[in-house]
């Protein structure tokens, strides 16, 4: 892992991106239905994303996967801890 890892809700908050937007983009780019209340949830915990989800979020937030973080939300802060 590289130490640093963007949320999902920071990622789509980078690019200026409504939850209804990305809803929206997914439907239109990559003909997957998933509603914002989907996107919302993904948010807070994203463990169970699939792998060609993250790779259409990656694209669409214009950022690595390698620095997203797939998870529980609440476990992002001692998850990036790395000591000196």
């Given at each position: 892992?590289?130490?640093?890892?963007?949320t999902l809700a920071?990622?789509?908050k980078n690019r200026s991106l409504s939850q209804k937007e990305v809803s929206e983009i997914l439907k239109?780019?990559?003909?997957i239905k998933l509603s914002?209340?989907?996107?919302?949830r993904y948010e807070k915990d994203s463990s169970?994303?699939?792998l060609a989800l993250s790779e259409y979020l990656s694209e669409i937030y214009e950022i690595p996967k390698d620095?997203?973080?797939f998870g529980?939300?609440?476990t992002l802060s001692y998850t990036n801890y790395q000591p000196a």
């Amino acid at each position: 892992m590289n130490g640093f890892q963007i949320t999902l809700a920071a990622a789509r908050k980078n690019r200026s991106l409504s939850q209804k937007e990305v809803s929206e983009i997914l439907k239109e780019k990559y003909g997957i239905k998933l509603s914002r209340q989907a996107i919302q949830r993904y948010e807070k915990d994203s463990s169970e994303i699939s792998l060609a989800l993250s790779e259409y979020l990656s694209e669409i937030y214009e950022i690595p996967k390698d620095y997203i973080f797939f998870g529980n939300e609440s476990t992002l802060s001692y998850t990036n801890y790395q000591p000196a």
